[in-house]
């Protein structure tokens, strides 16, 4: 007779608890530092789609740039959110939250594939709380944050469509109407954000690599090369920061910084763990570029999960590349470069890292002792992480609350000192957009 593992479960009932924690404190989080007063971006918004309402052209209002980005979720929203609820901003968080979910469902299935039932609980626990942060939690409760968790969501669904396992190489059958929907996917995730345009290179890696065969190589190719000449084609070229040039060397050291503060996000965002942020953005991008390195090239063969798992991590360091090049020398709304809410960009690399372990855990799984030590680790990790979500999200919801505090002074007339950084930098363009926004009878009723 079987003895009963009555630590592993425990251990099991622990984890599933923390999940759960984590979980209703995403759904606080979200209620409780939602912002559905308008604000920054929201102003060009809502001002834009009284213009197409007043010139009738669609096309151009969906698809105009937003600074480097084409952000077409966040104009089909405003038309719902004007049209459908005369201004009220649910239409925001709730299409955020259900992409944030669904993002942590689509990994929760990858994790749990083919493994024992325990090691997949206890995989699934930790992707959830990897997914639904205390961060994720306030890009979904702010209306103008939302296009991270929308980017992240059809790029993690492109992967999973695009790589079955035992997929025909000849493309024909259910695999290649799901090929077509992972590229679809990806068209969809630039609707979201600019950096999605490195889902394509990763996509053609992944033909490669799960020998998908030279057709859909080269179609991924050429859809991928297509849509992004066309994404940026009428993208304004990015304003250049005033002042002396820096030296290369100089230039490259501030990239570099740059790079491993947003690798250790959101740590980094606290000034007084700065330093060991730091230190663990470099650790895991060193993992992350060993993990790439061997199950995606050297290693002969790879499933289908260590494939998914490498496409995930690329996706997240591409997002670092990008904001490590582009943005070096542009400081966030509040002074910061590196801003909190790209914390959503790396959530796919930390679930990576997690799957290229699995063979790993599922070796050490097999004897009791060595699964009780893992449980009580994975416990252990939990609770840091729900300690630091909770943390992060009293944090928030102080910040969002006086930033409410402040709209509302604004929007009664008055003026404070630090308007220009919560409202817009042009306090006199803001009074002039909030007025016609209060004249077609919008954001009249929310508190």
Not at 121 to 127: M, P, Q, R, Y
């Amino acid at each position: 007779m079987a003895v009963p593992d009555r630590p592993g479960v425990l251990l099991t009932r622990a984890l599933v608890l923390l999940a759960v924690l984590d979980v209703l404190l995403f759904g606080f989080v979200i209620a409780a530092a939602s912002i559905r007063l308008p604000y920054w971006d929201m102003y060009t918004l809502l001002v834009r789609y009284l213009q197409y309402r007043a010139d009738g052209q669609w096309w151009t209002y969906v698809w105009a740039p937003h600074v480097q980005h084409h952000q077409v979720w966040m104009r089909l929203l405003t038309a719902i959110d004007v049209e459908v609820f005369a201004g009220a901003a649910f239409t925001f968080i709730v299409f955020t939250t259900l992409a944030q979910l669904a993002t942590a469902w689509l990994l929760w299935r990858v994790a749990t594939a083919q493994a024992p039932r325990d090691l997949a609980l206890t995989k699934g626990c930790l992707v959830v709380m990897l997914v639904l942060t205390a961060v994720a939690a306030v890009d979904c409760a702010i209306p103008i944050t939302g296009v991270y968790p929308q980017t992240v969501v059809f790029a993690v669904l492109a992967f999973v469509l695009f790589d079955q396992e035992g997929s025909r190489v000849d493309g024909g059958g259910p695999s290649s109407l799901r090929r077509i929907a992972a590229l679809a996917a990806a068209v969809a995730a630039g609707f979201g954000n600019a950096a999605a345009l490195g889902l394509w290179p990763i996509l053609a890696w992944l033909a490669w690599r799960a020998r998908a065969g030279a057709v859909w190589l080269a179609a991924t190719i050429l859809v991928g090369t297509a849509f992004t000449a066309v994404y940026v084609s009428d993208l304004p070229l990015a304003a250049q920061p005033s002042g002396q040039s820096a030296g290369a060397l100089v230039r490259i050291g501030e990239a570099l910084d740059y790079l491993l503060t947003y690798m250790g996000l959101p740590v980094t965002r606290a000034a007084a763990l700065a330093i060991p942020g730091k230190a663990l953005g470099g650790a895991l991008l060193v993992a992350s570029l060993a993990v790439v390195a061997w199950l995606g090239f050297l290693k002969a063969s790879v499933d289908r999960t260590a494939r998914v798992a490498v496409a995930l991590i690329l996706f997240s360091l591409a997002t670092a590349v990008l904001a490590a090049i582009g943005r070096v020398d542009i400081p966030d709304l509040w002074g910061v470069k590196v801003p909190v809410r790209y914390s959503v960009f790396l959530a796919p690399l930390h679930v990576g890292l997690l799957l290229a372990a699995g063979p790993a855990l599922g070796r050490v799984w097999k004897s009791q002792r060595s699964r009780v030590a893992l449980q009580a680790g994975a416990v252990a990790m939990a609770s840091m992480l729900l300690v630091l979500h909770a943390g992060i999200g009293r944090a928030a919801i102080a910040t969002s609350r006086s930033m409410t505090a402040t709209i509302r002074l604004f929007m009664r007339g008055e003026r404070t000192p630090e308007m220009p950084r919560v409202i817009y930098s042009d306090l006199d363009q803001a009074q002039h957009d909030l007025d016609t926004i209060r004249a077609a009878g919008l954001y009249t009723d929310v508190r």
